[in-house]
């Protein structure tokens, strides 16, 4: 179903104020502060109160809260990650951080995950127009903005706190590319490192030492056959329906005739929401201590294996009647259930107890890619699906 679009005007300022986003090379190594400081300002002009929310633990980083309508609960949230991906070793035809307009595609890094999307929230929210219905919000509308979704959602449980702790909202709509369509649920993450120490010597005697090379491709072959069983509890929402298991990458030892001292490994584990998203590691790690280690320690008793998980996102879990659900169904008039494989902050708001959708402009096929753009069209849809949001919100 198509969109009553939003006006020429509303598209305009939307556009420019992804220009300016997209200006911020906010890549997730790098501070997001300045990004979060003009937004403040941006909507302080709108006569918006906003919040920056400093990072506990990180210099230059922080969540924005911003709150339209009444301080009470049971608002909606308008959700999104300031952060970016790396544009290193992509062949750009543009400059990745000036936004280029080419039949009617937006380019630039961030313009589909996720700047379009706060864009077009931020123009709509700070318009004249928002400006004179903010006294007729019925319930509040809460603007969240976040840094580090894309090194492992760092950022978004501090904000959901925060939220928490002065107006507890009802429900979220987590802006991630989706090509407006309501997304109901996605697999969790979590990425751990593996890190075998074995015992050094001369490779002429190996019974003298132990591999930890050796011993870690046991493990990741070990991984590798766990990801055979899984595959025979299968979810068709999903795609692959199963919970997958990855390693990336492997560094150890020091030469071709020394046995390894040392070899660690990165794996993730993207699992099926209804499961229990701990039990693999938990059954890999029994296994080691009991099936791999004793004869390591049998040579050297300082021999270890140990697993650390390095970041981890809750899934999505589909709630077919949620608060979440009903609101983005009613707006865009689309009644099918989609999953999906990557990872959003949707699933940590619904942990908070908070219902939470996923339902955001521009194509995931363009996320992280060279030449990443959002076309102008999917750009007026999120402006009108903001615009319908306010609407909805001063309805009882
Ligand atoms: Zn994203």
């Known amino acids: 179903m198509a969109m009553a679009s939003t006006s020429p005007a509303t598209l305009e300022r939307a556009t420019a104020l992804l220009a300016r986003l997209v200006a911020f090379p906010s890549v997730s190594s790098t501070p997001n502060l300045p990004l979060i400081q003009w937004v403040a300002e941006e909507l302080t002009k709108a006569g918006v109160h906003s919040q920056i929310l400093p990072s506990p633990d990180q210099e230059g980083k922080a969540n924005l809260i911003a709150t339209l309508g009444p301080q009470k609960e049971g608002g909606v949230v308008l959700s999104g990650h300031t952060d970016v991906v790396p544009v290193s070793e992509q062949a750009w035809e543009s400059d990745p951080f000036l936004l280029t307009e080419k039949d009617g595609k937006l380019y630039g890094r961030g313009t589909c995950d996720m700047k379009g999307f706060l864009a077009s929230v931020l123009a709509v929210l700070s318009s004249t127009k928002t400006a004179q219905k903010t006294a007729e919000l019925r319930r509040p509308i809460h603007v ?18 925060a939220l928490q702790e002065q107006a507890a909202p009802a429900c979220v709509v987590v802006g991630e590319p989706s090509l407006m369509k309501p997304i109901s649920g996605h697999k969790s993450i979590a990425i751990y490192e593996t890190r075998v ?17 050796m011993t870690a491709a046991r493990l990741v072959a070990k991984l590798g056959e766990m ?4 595959q025979r509890q299968q979810d068709e929402r999903f795609d692959p329906p199963w919970t997958s298991v990855h390693v990336g990458v492997i560094k150890g030892g020091t030469a071709v005739n020394i046995i390894a001292p040392s070899c660690s490994f990165l794996w993730d584990l993207r ?3 209804e499961g229990d998203e701990q039990a693999l590691p938990r059954a890999f790690a029994a296994w080691h201590q009991e099936q791999i280690l ?3 320690r049998a040579v050297h008793a300082g021999c270890s294996i140990e697993t650390h998980a390095k970041a981890m996102v809750t899934s999505l879990r589909p709630e077919v009647d949620s ?5 983005v169904r009613k707006l865009t008039g689309d009644n099918r259930h989609r999953y999906v494989s990557y990872v959003t902050e949707a699933g940590q708001y619904q942990r908070a107890g908070i219902a939470a959708i996923v339902c955001g402009p521009g194509s995931i096929e363009q996320a992280h890619k060279a030449n990443e753009f959002l076309t102008k069209d999917q750009l007026a849809e999120s402006c009108s699906f903001v615009e319908k949001i306010v609407a909805d919100c001063c309805k009882d």
């Open 144 to 161: 969240v903005l976040t840094y580090d979704e894309e090194v492992g959602c760092f950022g978004a449980p501090h904000a959901i706190r």
């Open 197 to 213: 120490a074995g015992f050094s010597g001369h490779s002429c005697d190996t019974r003298q030492g132990v591999s930890a090379v």
């Open 227 to 230: 990801q055979v069983q899984e």
């Open 294 to 296: 004793p004869a390591m």
């Open 271 to 273: 699992a099926l929401p």
């Open 323 to 327: 608060s979440a659900e009903r609101l």
